[in-house]
């Protein structure tokens, strides 16, 4: 069986994405667990568990959404804690249930990405037709928000997460509640992005893992439960489903996995 990663206290510098002895503590409740990983250069790297395992968690803070309640993470050498804005200008954010701004057109979405990450005029309307061309959005990019398919929404959001051409991108499940062709032109995209950048994905689904990622952490309880190749997180059949659910249904757990 896999083993958790042991890292280095001291950091890696030439790390994309760093965390080290990270813990997310709600008052009596540990969400995250002294976690520790690192993810150096240009490859998809699945966050995987099971429905609460600490996932959305791990994802906020690595976006710097959530102020962890102790440890550290970086993105591409930028503390999280120290350098926040430094960090997140070079990341891209998917969460785990885009939505709001309902009444903003999907090009007033992507122009307001834009002006907000500093990219304006020219070089906004260039980053704009990038990802309208990677993610074919012209049929819906003068259409409000609240009117398109949950499908159709979910690549708008991808695409305010892309518009600044981030070297890390962070995405929360990103194919939950798409139909199996939308889900398919969703990884055939990420594996695409995947040649020239680090991304991070977490899923409780592990058909989406065997499909797009390279590397797998399991957790469970926010603990760090393996870190492995995904095609080693098999059992002596090959098959990777009765290795997960060993890894998190373990006697006196009191969740099952979904």
Known sequence: MPHPARMNPAGNRHAAVEVVDLCM?????????????????????????????????????????????SGRAAIAGHDLLTARRRAQAVTGYLPETAGGLGRLTALELLTGCCDARGIRGPAARRAIG????????????????????????????????????????????????????????????????AATRVIMLSTHILEEAEAVCERALIIDHGRLLADARVEDLVDEKGRHAPLFHALTAAPGSARAVR
């Not at 503590?25 to 995250?32: C, D, E, N």
């Not at 395992?53 to 710097?64: E, P, Q």
């Not at 708008?156 to 929360?172: C, F, G, M, N, S």
């Open 130 to 193: 990038r990802v309208g061309e990677d993610l074919d959005l012209a049929p819906v990019l003068g259409k409000r928000l609240a009117a398109l398919s949950k499908g159709w929404r979910q690549r708008v959001w991808l695409a305010q997460a892309l518009v600044h051409d981030p070297r890390v991108l962070i995405l929360d499940e990103p194919t939950d509640g798409l139909d199996p062709i939308q889900k398919r032109g969703i990884r055939r995209l990420i594996k695409q992005l």
């Open 25 to 69: 503590r709600y008052g009596s409740i540990t969400a995250v667990d002294r976690l520790n990983f690192s993810i150096a250069g240009p490859s998809t790297v699945g966050l995987l568990g099971p429905n609460g395992a600490g996932k959305s968690t791990v994802m906020r803070i690595l976006a710097g959404f959530r102020i962890p309640s």
